[in-house]
């Protein structure tokens, strides 16, 4: 109410200093602009948002897959792009602060998942004959999504009775995927193959079902929200024996 009051009085007092002259208004138009937007951007950046979205949940995991541990909430919040699809602005907005939790392998592993991952797949479009389709099934069967790679995208696709925890650790396979492929040379030959015994499908499944709940632990302990993925993924769902 103060701030109101404030505000009221100085547009008073401004408004009998320019009077009728039109540079003045535009020039204090400008002026009063760049102070309004300037004061939400510091607002927006003192926010700690402990939820997970495709970036800070990416962000948090491949910190995770690097060093063993889950960074805290204020050190990946100031990692976060506010421009995500304008790398220019964020460059300008970054905090000029080097952080030193987060490795610089970590921040590009985040920004690189997050520009490869597709929730909410179609099937259909990601399969090339009935093989792939039996063999992602039987490997998928006890979990609510199923993640493949297709033409260098992450491609989840999602169950009907998928929910924001099995989105979550979708994500955590993608991210250990990426981590194989980077840093053991393990890339992708194939659902088919890649869904085998010893295939990169496999081995990233196995490895997120027992370290997932372990990694939403080390979050919650740091303040992070692990009980599922805020995202908007595509408006596809499949039903057991639906391939479509």
Request: hydrophobic share 25%; charged share 30%; aromatic share 10%.
């Given at each position: 109410m103060a701030s109101r009051f404030i505000g009221i009085g100085l547009g008073i007092g401004l408004g009998n200093c320019i009077g009728s002259s039109t540079p003045l208004v535009l020039a204090s138009f400008c002026v009063v602009t760049w102070i309004h937007m300037y004061s939400n951007l510091k607002s927006y950046q003192s926010i700690q948002i402990r939820t997970l979205n495709p970036y800070r949940a990416s962000l948090v995991f491949s910190e995770y897959l690097l060093s063993g541990q889950a960074p805290p909430v204020k050190e990946v919040n100031a990692e976060e792009p506010l421009f995500p699809a304008v790398p220019i602005l964020n460059a300008s907005f970054a905090n000029k602060a080097q952080s030193i939790v987060l490795s610089s392998e970590a921040k590009d592993a985040a920004v690189e998942i997050e520009s490869r991952l597709q929730l909410g797949s179609k099937l259909s479009e990601i399969i090339n004959n009935k093989e792939e389709v039996l063999a992602l099934f039987s490997l998928y069967k006890n979990e609510g999504y199923i993640l493949s790679e297709h033409t260098g995208k992450f491609c989840v696709v999602l169950k009907e009775n998928c929910s924001q925890v099995d989105m979550l650790k979708a994500l955590f396979q993608v991210n250990y995927l990426y981590w194989l492929e980077k840093n053991a040379g393990i890339e992708?030959?194939?659902?088919?193959?890649?869904?085998?015994?010893?295939?990169?499908?496999?081995?990233?499944?196995?490895?997120?079902?027992?370290?997932?709940?372990?990694?939403?632990?080390?979050?919650?302990?740091?303040?992070?929200i692990t009980d599922g993925l805020i995202a908007r993924p595509l408006p596809n769902r499949i039903r057991p024996g639906n391939t479509e």
């Open positions: 992708g030959r194939g659902a088919l193959y890649d869904c085998k015994p010893g295939g990169r499908l496999q081995i990233s499944l196995e490895y997120a079902e027992r370290e997932f709940n372990h990694v939403r632990n080390d979050g919650e302990s740091v303040g992070w």
